[in-house]
C-alpha cells in the first residue's frame, strides 16, 4: 500500500500537482533556451506563480531555472524557512 509520501521515481516531488507544473517549469526552460522568446517568459512566470500560489516551496534545479534576471522577483524574495 502506498502512502502519500511514496515518491514515484522520475517525479519531483510527493504532489502530483507540482510534479505537473514543475514538469511544466522544465519544458518551458528548455524551450526558452532554444529560442530565447519574451512569451516564453512569460508563460514561465504563470507557471511559477502559480506553484508558489499553490503552496510550493523548493528549489528549481538548474535544468529548470532560467537565468536570475528572468526569474520573477516572487521566487527569488521568498521565505524558505516560513514554509513547512
Known amino acids: 500500500m502506498a502512502t502519500k509520501f511514496q515518491v ?17 517549469l522544465a519544458e518551458l526552460a528548455g524551450e526558452w533556451r532554444a529560442h530565447k522568446s519574451e512569451h516564453l517568459v512569460r508563460q514561465y512566470h504563470a507557471v511559477l506563480l502559480c506553484l508558489l ?8 534545479s538548474p535544468q529548470v531555472e532560467l537565468p536570475d534576471e528572468l526569474l520573477p522577483a516572487e521566487y527569488l524574495n521568498r521565505d524558505l524557512l516560513t514554509n513547512n
Open 8 to 24: 514515484v521515481k522520475g517525479a519531483f516531488s510527493d504532489n502530483p500537482t507540482y510534479d505537473e507544473l514543475l514538469h511544466k
Open 53 to 60: 500560489t499553490l503552496g510550493w516551496n523548493g528549489y528549481l
